[in-house]
């Protein structure tokens, strides 16, 4: 095997089905590529790479009879321009892959409107070779449904990663501008490959030295290495910059020097960096700085930084991630309560970017209740890839399945169908600004993601970024294919485990709508049990509230009636537990001990069954894991074997730790199925 890690889903081995191997050969060997430009020889190189990897040829660019043409559509014959599907009609970063029998030229014709658009084409040409398609059928036009596909890096200067599990920030801060590491433009590859187009690279809990000259530099190097990748940078933005620079005693965002500061400073980014994205903020949230400190709004900060970034073209992403402890309300309510009343008050170049869920990346969420409830403001979608609250380091988690349950989610906010993916990539309300972003698993591990299934929940980030009704079922086929084997026996029942992972993840940390009862600060391991934190929102028997009454939280009309803030057929299913889906119970109900599930067992039975169920869910990916050892490089068998062994035993630990704590409340038995805890 090769499958180096490294290389992620860009596994390029050779082909082995002779028969496959030699079509393609006589297929693509002849190259015209029209490009001589950065992008250009970025397509160049990985053409180069893939097809001596795949097919164990050099291609020949530039032939006179090529038979596969890579060209802009401007530079494209007229004659083959017009056997093309109607690219002229997409957007900028739209591509095709046609197939062409009657050409006497070229049979397979690669196009798009910019050389951003061909590198994506490029890269979903070679994916068709990965994936063993007959390339004589193809006929693809593809675009992004979404605009802005951007990681968020929750890395820090000194190159600790918030929340991180792959090792330190790959940004070797110290060493640039003059070093720049193969692994900066692997990770451009690799983004590229899957339409990602902008990187976040600094944290929201953010160091405003980052926006220092001496950084601006280092940032330029970036940017320059990811430019021909179409990969924008982006940074975070303290909000306090203008008094820790030592410039200003102020960072009111109405006071006209503070304003001037941030002009000037978006000025000397652009002056170095013509392309750089914008900003995304993280304020008046756990203790960071943003103008409620100065009396004002979300709306005053986030306008004011708008417009200095407005001249460059760049855009803010204002966070609504926004609780307080000093207020009463429900920690669920909060976000919702704090931005609607500013629904269109927004410039145009601000997107609110928001979490998929009201309380804080959980296993399980329902959807943010302000999807769908501000039409007239560009709502950006934010995931977490790295899995703060799903097993960190240990658990394989395939998180597509997640980003598609929130996704397909109907808002009902315009009527039936009004789905989450709808309101994000603007198709409800005709948005012009449209963003998905993904807090990164990326670190200095060899591999990337430290957990080699990790690689699928970037892979798969990227995938519903560009196009959010991408089933999680073909994500998680093409990442199987791609990275270990097209064989059946392979991908079909791998599918199978990645797609059963994440409610497995569910039923042995908070089934039935449980959340937040991880274990304080790390959030790793179980801790329903954690009450003294610095503040109440923080603790576990905040969310859970288990009492001799019952267990979950009430979030209907005898409670916090956080269920308001949904559509009203929502609220209407929601109100009842008998209607509420069993997934969602206790995050929207209190309900006692011996409530009748609609299994006709009591909740506390259902509870202990869920647990079980998870750890069982686990065994069984460790026997279908056993079965593929001869399809998986043995490094990443023998590591992956490992993991799901620490998984099986915190596994254990959740449903244990859980049950035990939950009895004292229940006073009742476990059923049979519960083996002996300790
Ligand atoms: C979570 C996480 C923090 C992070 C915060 C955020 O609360 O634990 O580390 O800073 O989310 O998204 O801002």
């Given at each position: 095997f090769s499958q180096n890690p490294y290389d992620l889903w860009l596994q390029y081995d050779n082909i082995e089905e002779q028969h496959i191997l030699e079509t393609y050969k006589n297929q693509v060997s002849n190259i015209y590529l029209s490009l001589n430009s950065a992008t250009g020889t970025v397509i160049k190189e990985e053409i180069q790479?893939?097809?001596?990897?795949?097919?164990?040829?050099?291609?020949?660019?530039?032939?006179?009879?090529?038979?596969?043409?890579?060209?802009?559509?401007?530079?494209?014959?007229?004659?083959?321009?017009?056997?093309?599907?109607?690219?002229?009609?997409?957007?900028?970063?739209?591509?095709?892959?046609?197939?062409?029998?009657?050409?006497?030229?070229?049979?397979?014709?690669?196009?798009?409107?910019?050389?951003?658009?061909?590198?994506?084409?490029?890269?979903?040409?070679?994916?068709?070779?990965?994936?063993?398609?007959?390339l004589s059928k193809l006929s693809i036009s593809d675009s992004p449904k979404i605009q802005k596909r951007l990681l968020n890096h929750w890395d820090n200067l000194d190159r600790s990663v918030e929340r991180g599990y792959a090792g330190f920030s790959i940004w070797d801060w110290y060493l640039l501008p003059e070093l720049i590491k193969q692994e900066y433009i692997d990770y451009a590859r690799a983004n590229a490959s899957i339409g990602i187009n902008g990187t976040v690279l600094t944290n929201v809990n953010s160091n405003a030295l980052v926006l220092s000259p001496r950084y601006i530099q280092k940032l330029k190097a970036l940017a320059d290495v990811f430019r021909p990748y179409g990969i924008q940078v982006y940074l975070t933005a303290r909000f306090s910059a203008p008094i820790e620079t030592g410039d200003l005693e102020t960072a009111d965002p109405l006071n006209a020097e503070v304003k001037q500061w941030w002009k000037n400073k978006a000025d000397e980014i652009y002056a170095a960096i013509p392309d750089f994205g914008g900003f995304l903020v993280k304020a008046n949230s756990e203790g960071q700085p943003g103008p409620n400190n100065y009396g004002r709004s979300h709306v005053d900060g986030a306008n004011?930084?708008?417009?200095?970034?407005?001249?460059?073209?760049?855009?803010?992403?204002?966070?609504?991630?926004?609780?307080?402890?000093?207020?009463?309300e429900d920690r669920a309510k909060q976000?919702?309560?704090?931005?609607?009343?500013?629904?269109?008050?927004?410039?145009?170049?601000?997107?609110?970017?928001?979490?998929?869920?009201?309380?804080?990346?959980?296993?399980?969420?329902?959807?943010?209740?302000?999807?769908?409830?501000?039409?007239?403001?560009?709502?950006?979608?934010?995931?977490?890839?790295?899995?703060?609250?799903?097993?960190?380091?240990?658990?394989?988690?395939?998180?597509?399945?997640?980003?598609?349950?929130?996704?397909?989610?109907?808002?009902?906010?315009?009527?039936?169908?009004?789905?989450?993916?709808?309101?994000?990539?603007?198709?409800?309300?005709?948005?012009?600004?449209t963003g998905m972003a993904g807090v990164a698993n990326i670190g200095t591990a060899k591999n990337w993601t430290g957990h080699p299934f990790g690689q699928a929940n970037w892979y798969g980030f990227g995938r519903l970024a560009w196009d959010p009704e991408t089933s999680a079922k073909t994500i998680a086929q093409d990442w199987l294919k791609m990275t270990f084997t097209n064989?059946?026996?392979?991908?079909?029942?791998?599918?199978?485990?990645?797609?059963?992972?994440?409610?497995?993840?569910?039923?042995?940390?908070?089934?039935?709508?449980?959340?937040?009862?991880?274990?304080?600060?790390?959030?790793?391991?179980?801790?329903?049990?954690?009450?003294?934190?610095?503040?109440?929102?923080?603790?576990?028997?905040?969310?859970?509230?288990?009492?001799?009454?019952?267990?979950?939280?009430?979030?209907?009309?005898?409670?916090?009636?956080?269920?308001?803030?949904?559509?009203?057929?929502?609220?209407?299913?929601?109100?009842?537990?008998a209607t509420t889906p069993d997934k969602y119970l206790l995050w929207f109900h209190h309900l006692p001990w011996d409530y009748k599930?609609?299994?006709?067992?009591?909740?506390?039975?259902?509870?202990?069954?869920?647990?079980?169920?998870?750890?069982?869910?686990?065994?069984?990916?460790?026997?279908?894991?056993?079965?593929?050892?001869?399809?998986?490089?043995?490094?990443?068998?023998?590591?992956?074997?490992?993991?799901?062994?620490i998984q099986l035993k915190e596994a254990k630990q959740w449903r244990n730790a859980c049950l035990l704590y939950f009895q004292q409340f229940s006073k009742m038995d476990f059923p049979d199925f519960i083996p002996e805890m300790t």
């Amino acid at each position: 095997f090769s499958q180096n890690p490294y290389d992620l889903w860009l596994q390029y081995d050779n082909i082995e089905e002779q028969h496959i191997l030699e079509t393609y050969k006589n297929q693509v060997s002849n190259i015209y590529l029209s490009l001589n430009s950065a992008t250009g020889t970025v397509i160049k190189e990985e053409i180069q790479k893939a097809f001596k990897g795949l097919l164990g040829i050099e291609p020949k660019f530039d032939s006179k009879t090529p038979n596969i043409i890579i060209s802009t559509l401007d530079k494209l014959d007229p004659s083959l321009q017009k056997k093309l599907p109607e690219i002229s009609k997409m957007n900028d970063e739209a591509y095709v892959i046609q197939y062409i029998s009657d050409s006497k030229d070229a049979q397979i014709i690669i196009s798009a409107i910019t050389e951003k658009g061909l590198l994506y084409g490029v890269f979903n040409f070679i994916k068709q070779m990965q994936l063993r398609n007959d390339l004589s059928k193809l006929s693809i036009s593809d675009s992004p449904k979404i605009q802005k596909r951007l990681l968020n890096h929750w890395d820090n200067l000194d190159r600790s990663v918030e929340r991180g599990y792959a090792g330190f920030s790959i940004w070797d801060w110290y060493l640039l501008p003059e070093l720049i590491k193969q692994e900066y433009i692997d990770y451009a590859r690799a983004n590229a490959s899957i339409g990602i187009n902008g990187t976040v690279l600094t944290n929201v809990n953010s160091n405003a030295l980052v926006l220092s000259p001496r950084y601006i530099q280092k940032l330029k190097a970036l940017a320059d290495v990811f430019r021909p990748y179409g990969i924008q940078v982006y940074l975070t933005a303290r909000f306090s910059a203008p008094i820790e620079t030592g410039d200003l005693e102020t960072a009111d965002p109405l006071n006209a020097e503070v304003k001037q500061w941030w002009k000037n400073k978006a000025d000397e980014i652009y002056a170095a960096i013509p392309d750089f994205g914008g900003f995304l903020v993280k304020a008046n949230s756990e203790g960071q700085p943003g103008p409620n400190n100065y009396g004002r709004s979300h709306v005053d900060g986030a306008n004011m930084l708008a417009e200095a970034v407005a001249p460059h073209n760049g855009i803010i992403m204002w966070r609504a991630f926004v609780y307080s402890e000093e207020k009463p309300e429900d920690r669920a309510k909060q976000a919702y309560s704090e931005f609607k009343p500013f629904d269109g008050k927004f410039k145009d170049n601000v997107l609110v970017q928001v979490k998929n869920g009201a309380i804080d990346f959980q296993p399980r969420e329902p959807f943010h209740p302000l999807f769908g409830a501000m039409p007239n403001t560009p709502l950006m979608m934010e995931f977490q890839i790295t899995q703060e609250y799903l097993g960190g380091m240990s658990h394989l988690v395939f998180l597509p399945q997640l980003f598609e349950e929130v996704l397909e989610e109907d808002t009902y906010t315009q009527g039936k169908g009004s789905t989450v993916a709808k309101i994000i990539d603007g198709q409800l309300s005709n948005k012009k600004l449209t963003g998905m972003a993904g807090v990164a698993n990326i670190g200095t591990a060899k591999n990337w993601t430290g957990h080699p299934f990790g690689q699928a929940n970037w892979y798969g980030f990227g995938r519903l970024a560009w196009d959010p009704e991408t089933s999680a079922k073909t994500i998680a086929q093409d990442w199987l294919k791609m990275t270990f084997t097209n064989d059946s026996d392979f991908v079909d029942p791998m599918t199978r485990l990645l797609l059963e992972s994440r409610e497995a993840v569910v039923n042995y940390m908070t089934p039935l709508g449980l959340h937040h009862i991880m274990a304080a600060n790390h959030h790793q391991g179980p801790g329903p049990w954690v009450k003294d934190m610095p503040r109440p929102d923080w603790t576990s028997v905040y969310y859970h509230k288990a009492a001799a009454d019952g267990i979950g939280f009430d979030r209907t009309s005898s409670g916090s009636n956080a269920l308001e803030q949904y559509a009203p057929e929502i609220q209407k299913k929601y109100s009842d537990p008998a209607t509420t889906p069993d997934k969602y119970l206790l995050w929207f109900h209190h309900l006692p001990w011996d409530y009748k599930m609609k299994s006709g067992k009591t909740l506390w039975y259902e509870i202990a069954a869920h647990y079980q169920k998870g750890v069982e869910q686990v065994e069984g990916m460790q026997k279908t894991w056993q079965k593929m050892q001869k399809y998986v490089n043995p490094q990443v068998f023998e590591k992956t074997n490992m993991l799901l062994n620490i998984q099986l035993k915190e596994a254990k630990q959740w449903r244990n730790a859980c049950l035990l704590y939950f009895q004292q409340f229940s006073k009742m038995d476990f059923p049979d199925f519960i083996p002996e805890m300790t």
